[in-house]
């Protein structure tokens, strides 16, 4: 039997290329939260199929047909939330087990500067991660806010977001981590779920290819145009490292491509493989 309320909507981030994703993710969810979410956004950032808009089914679509960028794309969405909660959900996730919202949502309203509750993809937490016990099995997140799954606070996140678009922008930053800082600045708390023995979400859009200049708190510059990457803070690898890699790839892709003969999940991995290629060739 299906619960309902009114004062948690579910936004839903995609971005063109990954149409192929969003299926999975939204039948998981809908066996693992029994929640009649009111209303459903859709946010897509880019080209998407309308095949893929309909297993959403969607309540408002709100979309950049030229993509701007994943952080001009949760601005979007925001705008149009007029629920004290949301449930936020990128394309690229499975559901494993239940999720309780009433009980993420009624901590949520019993401690006004929490912004956020979020699941966790790996489990258990370690001794690190539960160094600040919130409450029974919650944690203050010691990596600060994150997009993960989870359940936002409205109000906090709009005021994160409108903080950024008012910050002097960065390319080496991404959202992420402005607003893990903004956040600590503020004293609010972005927690954690301790999924205890196995983990409630898997990341099924490792391999997917959106370029990190998307998520960057820069992509909000519309006069940034040069790729932005955080790579550039990071030293160049030696000749020695990049011959090893060499190997380790040379490696890999035979035995990948040997395996994908009777392996399915190895002929959609290369599947994958072969689109980032394809994508990163275009940058």
Same mark, same amino acid.
């Given at each position: ?142 990596? %600060? ?86 790579? %550039? ?51």
């Amino acid at each position: 039997m299906q619960s309902y309320t009114s004062n948690i909507t579910l936004i839903v981030f995609a971005c063109e290329g990954r149409e192929h994703l969003l299926p999975a993710t939204i039948e998981s969810l809908r066996k693992s939260c029994d929640y009649l979410f009111n209303p459903v956004i859709l946010a897509i950032d880019g080209d998407y199929s309308n095949e893929a808009i309909t297993v959403v089914k969607p309540d408002l679509i709100v979309q950049n047909y030229d993509r701007k960028g994943y952080v001009q794309n949760i601005i979007n969405a925001l705008n149009l939330i007029e629920t004290e909660f949301f449930f936020w959900l990128e394309d690229d996730w499975e559901f494993t087990k239940p999720v309780d919202l009433n009980y993420l949502l009624d901590l949520l309203r019993k401690n006004p500067d929490w912004v956020q509750i979020r699941l966790s993809k790996t489990a258990p937490l370690t001794n690190d991660e539960k160094a600040i016990n919130l409450f029974d099995d919650i944690y203050g997140s010691i990596y %600060g806010f994150s997009a993960n799954p989870c359940v936002c606070r409205t109000e906090l996140v709009k005021l994160g977001l409108k903080a950024l678009q008012e910050a002097e922008k960065d390319k080496y930053t991404g959202f992420e981590t402005f607003l893990s800082e903004w956040y600590a600045a503020q004293k609010l708390t972005c927690a954690v779920l301790d999924p205890k023995d196995s983990v409630p979400i898997i990341h099924s859009g490792y391999l997917e290819s959106t370029p990190r200049q998307w998520h960057m708190t820069a992509s909000l510059d519309e006069k940034t145009n040069e790729y932005l990457s955080p790579m %550039g803070h990071i030293p160049e690898p030696s000749f020695l490292r990049r011959l090893l890699m060499f190997f380790r790839l040379l490696s890999a892709s035979l035995s990948l491509s040997i395996r994908q003969f009777w392996s399915r999940s190895s002929y959609d991995l290369s599947f994958r493989i072969l689109s980032v290629i394809k994508e990163s060739r275009k940058n």
